[in-house]
């Protein structure tokens, strides 16, 4: 069964067309990757998909429910997390207060005004494990800010798992990394996303092939094709629009 | 556990100090105290705001007037009311504007929400300068009765409302600062920080920013209903005026943006700068502009941050020297 599923979908900005009708399907539990030149479209279509923009036209289905304009919120409340291209984190709060803002969306401790956020045992010691998790448990106290890129990048990843969703796009997640922290971050992914759906955006080939179940790409705002890793490379439009000179 | 003792032992001192100010250093500067208290708790309310969720208002006496005003009328209109339920009707005023303004203001941020309070309290100042009957127009609400709690009025006796209005205003801190603990706390300075992910982690950005509001809306008119208590005189420029908006965030300045005390210290230097200026001249104003360019120039995080980068500075001073020591 498709967990998400794109139809039609359509993005303007003003005049300019971004998406002339995608029709995505993601199944369940796979590692998807969504790959493409840029400009492609590939992150206005995350940005339709999670309610950044609302599509001009189009659906989108999550488990065969509409849920086409749901807001950021109520798409983390029902289980889809994304993660950003560019570090979206909450620069002067430490490590492990950013985590801690995720596990408390996830617990639905999302709007108590009683009790010490600090006397909440489960919260801290969830926080701790996940921070255990992703190596940055000696970065407990240092403020997002001052993270290195790599660890900074990986707390950004960390954000939007560790709300536990089903489903989980992560927005070119190595971009700026360099071979050692890109490959630190695949085990990452690896380990994080056991059991849940994942869907990337990727410029880096290595990554793409070594992560993805299957692969769509994705060329001026239309899917040129949708398949396995070998499909796609032996693919002739997309080799031809994309892949041809990338040693792949 | 030690520390926590002696954090016990400073507090009982603080309180002991405060209880027996009055008899310390008599009525001029118990006066000064509770003016102190009450910028206090207005500006806490303007960090609420600007430091903690990055909201600049230039509206902020809207609130602090409608407590003040509220308090007035009921205490003029209603006979025999006491006084606690009187600061209670300025207050909901106040939380009851906020209200009606929030779902429009939460909306929006930056310029936009800045320059919506300033057009909002500058309305509510027109307002309450034309609307002579109810509100005294220039001459405001003066002379209403302030009964005590347990005395008949509170104006011939200013130790006792000095003990009414520290407990109202240490009560309303201790609430503002208890809130910044609490995962709304937490949350609030999430969305100062970066309130798109706030969104996308699955909290509702406009209506923790509406309650945010509200509570702020609800100190700033505790602040001013205890303003015009103290003073028996509740008037458009002294409460409502663009220069009551400004005064609450020039302490926040000073004092230390995003930081719970700073606000408290900015108002402390406020008064002390006051009251030392005063003796040689009019235009404290001229003083204290000097100080807010300084601070805004080469100390972003206000008296506050200078202080922990200071004490920074001396304990990686001491902790070499101390290593040495023990080799």
Redesign the interface.
Same mark, same amino acid.
């Given at each position: 069964m498709n967990i998400l599923e794109t139809k039609d979908l359509k993005h303007s900005f003003g005049p300019l067309a971004v998406l002339f009708g995608v029709d995505l399907q993601i199944e369940e539990g796979e590692r998807h990757a969504v790959i493409g030149p840029n400009g492609a479209g590939k992150t206005t279509l995350f940005n339709t998909i999670t309610g950044t923009y609302h599509p001009t036209s189009g659906r989108v289905f999550f488990k065969g429910k509409d849920i086409t304009g749901y807001k950021p919120y109520k798409l983390a409340r029902i289980g889809i997390g994304r993660s950003f291209q560019i570090t979206s984190t909450f620069t002067n709060l430490t490590a492990f207060q950013n985590i801690r803002l995720a596990i408390l969306s996830k617990d639905g401790v999302r709007f108590n005004l009683l009790r010490p956020v600090e006397k909440m045992k489960k919260i801290t010691e969830e926080t701790d494990e996940m921070l255990k998790r992703i190596n940055l448990y000696d970065d407990r106290n240092t403020p997002a800010a001052s993270l290195s890129y790599g660890k900074s990048r990986a707390l950004e990843i960390s954000m939007a798992l560790a709300t536990n969703p089903e489903l989980v796009l992560l927005d070119e997640f190595a971009a700026g990394m360099s071979k050692e922290e890109t490959a630190d971050a695949v085990a990452l992914i690896r380990k994080l996303t056991e059991g849940k759906t994942v869907v990337i955006i990727e410029h880096d080939m290595d990554v793409v092939f070594s992560l993805a179940d299957r692969i769509t790409v994705l060329h001026y705002g239309k899917i040129l094709a949708t398949g396995k890793p070998e499909e796609i490379r032996n693919n002739q439009a997309v080799k031809d629009a994309y892949l041809g000179d990338l040693e792949v | 556990m030690m520390k926590n003792k002696l954090n016990v032992v400073w507090w009982v001192i603080g309180l002991v100090f405060l209880a027996f100010f009055p008899k310390l250093f008599g009525i001029y500067y118990t006066n000064v105290v509770v003016t102190m208290a009450i910028f206090a708790v207005y500006s806490l309310s303007v960090n609420m705001l600007l430091g903690y969720t990055g909201l600049l208002s230039f509206g902020q006496a809207m609130f602090f007037g409608f407590g003040g005003y509220g308090t007035a009328l009921a205490l003029t209109h209603i006979p025999g009311i006491g006084v606690l339920p009187a600061i209670g009707l300025g207050v909901l005023a106040a939380v009851a504007l906020a209200l009606i303004l929030s779902p429009l203001v939460v909306r929006v941020s930056g310029t936009a929400f800045a320059m919506l309070h300033l057009a909002f309290g500058q309305l509510m100042y027109v307002l309450a300068l034309k609307l002579y009957n109810i509100t005294g127009g220039e001459d405001g609400i003066a002379n209403f009765p302030v009964p005590g709690l347990f005395t008949e009025s509170l104006k011939s006796s200013p130790e006792h409302f000095y003990y009414l209005a520290m407990v109202i205003l240490g009560i309303s801190t201790w609430l503002m600062w208890?809130?910044t603990?609490?995962?709304? &706390?937490?949350?609030q $300075?999430?969305i100062?920080?970066?309130a798109?992910?706030?969104?996308?982690? &699955?909290?509702?950005?406009p209506q923790?920013k509406a $309650?945010i509001y509200v509570l702020s809306a609800l100190f700033a008119g505790v602040a001013g209903s205890v303003y015009g208590l103290f003073h028996n005189l509740v008037s458009a420029d002294g409460s409502l005026g663009i220069g009551m908006s400004f005064t609450p965030i020039i302490s926040v300045m000073i004092g230390g943006v &995003?930081s719970f005390f700073g606000p408290i210290l900015g108002v402390a230097i406020f008064q002390l700068v006051d009251e030392l200026i005063l003796r040689y001249t009019e235009s404290t104003e001229l003083v204290m502009g000097v100080i807010l360019i300084v601070v805004v120039m080469f100390m972003p995080t206000g008296f506050m941050g200078l202080f922990r980068t200071l004490r920074q500075k001396i304990s990686t001073r001491r902790t070499p020297e101390a290593k040495k020591e023990k080799a």
């Amino acid at each position: 069964m498709n967990i998400l599923e794109t139809k039609d979908l359509k993005h303007s900005f003003g005049p300019l067309a971004v998406l002339f009708g995608v029709d995505l399907q993601i199944e369940e539990g796979e590692r998807h990757a969504v790959i493409g030149p840029n400009g492609a479209g590939k992150t206005t279509l995350f940005n339709t998909i999670t309610g950044t923009y609302h599509p001009t036209s189009g659906r989108v289905f999550f488990k065969g429910k509409d849920i086409t304009g749901y807001k950021p919120y109520k798409l983390a409340r029902i289980g889809i997390g994304r993660s950003f291209q560019i570090t979206s984190t909450f620069t002067n709060l430490t490590a492990f207060q950013n985590i801690r803002l995720a596990i408390l969306s996830k617990d639905g401790v999302r709007f108590n005004l009683l009790r010490p956020v600090e006397k909440m045992k489960k919260i801290t010691e969830e926080t701790d494990e996940m921070l255990k998790r992703i190596n940055l448990y000696d970065d407990r106290n240092t403020p997002a800010a001052s993270l290195s890129y790599g660890k900074s990048r990986a707390l950004e990843i960390s954000m939007a798992l560790a709300t536990n969703p089903e489903l989980v796009l992560l927005d070119e997640f190595a971009a700026g990394m360099s071979k050692e922290e890109t490959a630190d971050a695949v085990a990452l992914i690896r380990k994080l996303t056991e059991g849940k759906t994942v869907v990337i955006i990727e410029h880096d080939m290595d990554v793409v092939f070594s992560l993805a179940d299957r692969i769509t790409v994705l060329h001026y705002g239309k899917i040129l094709a949708t398949g396995k890793p070998e499909e796609i490379r032996n693919n002739q439009a997309v080799k031809d629009a994309y892949l041809g000179d990338l040693e792949v | 556990m030690m520390k926590n003792k002696l954090n016990v032992v400073w507090w009982v001192i603080g309180l002991v100090f405060l209880a027996f100010f009055p008899k310390l250093f008599g009525i001029y500067y118990t006066n000064v105290v509770v003016t102190m208290a009450i910028f206090a708790v207005y500006s806490l309310s303007v960090n609420m705001l600007l430091g903690y969720t990055g909201l600049l208002s230039f509206g902020q006496a809207m609130f602090f007037g409608f407590g003040g005003y509220g308090t007035a009328l009921a205490l003029t209109h209603i006979p025999g009311i006491g006084v606690l339920p009187a600061i209670g009707l300025g207050v909901l005023a106040a939380v009851a504007l906020a209200l009606i303004l929030s779902p429009l203001v939460v909306r929006v941020s930056g310029t936009a929400f800045a320059m919506l309070h300033l057009a909002f309290g500058q309305l509510m100042y027109v307002l309450a300068l034309k609307l002579y009957n109810i509100t005294g127009g220039e001459d405001g609400i003066a002379n209403f009765p302030v009964p005590g709690l347990f005395t008949e009025s509170l104006k011939s006796s200013p130790e006792h409302f000095y003990y009414l209005a520290m407990v109202i205003l240490g009560i309303s801190t201790w609430l503002m600062w208890y809130m910044t603990k609490t995962p709304f &706390g937490q949350i609030q $300075v999430g969305i100062r920080d970066n309130a798109k992910r706030i969104d996308y982690l &699955g909290y509702r950005v406009p209506q923790s920013k509406a $309650v945010i509001y509200v509570l702020s809306a609800l100190f700033a008119g505790v602040a001013g209903s205890v303003y015009g208590l103290f003073h028996n005189l509740v008037s458009a420029d002294g409460s409502l005026g663009i220069g009551m908006s400004f005064t609450p965030i020039i302490s926040v300045m000073i004092g230390g943006v &995003g930081s719970f005390f700073g606000p408290i210290l900015g108002v402390a230097i406020f008064q002390l700068v006051d009251e030392l200026i005063l003796r040689y001249t009019e235009s404290t104003e001229l003083v204290m502009g000097v100080i807010l360019i300084v601070v805004v120039m080469f100390m972003p995080t206000g008296f506050m941050g200078l202080f922990r980068t200071l004490r920074q500075k001396i304990s990686t001073r001491r902790t070499p020297e101390a290593k040495k020591e023990k080799a």
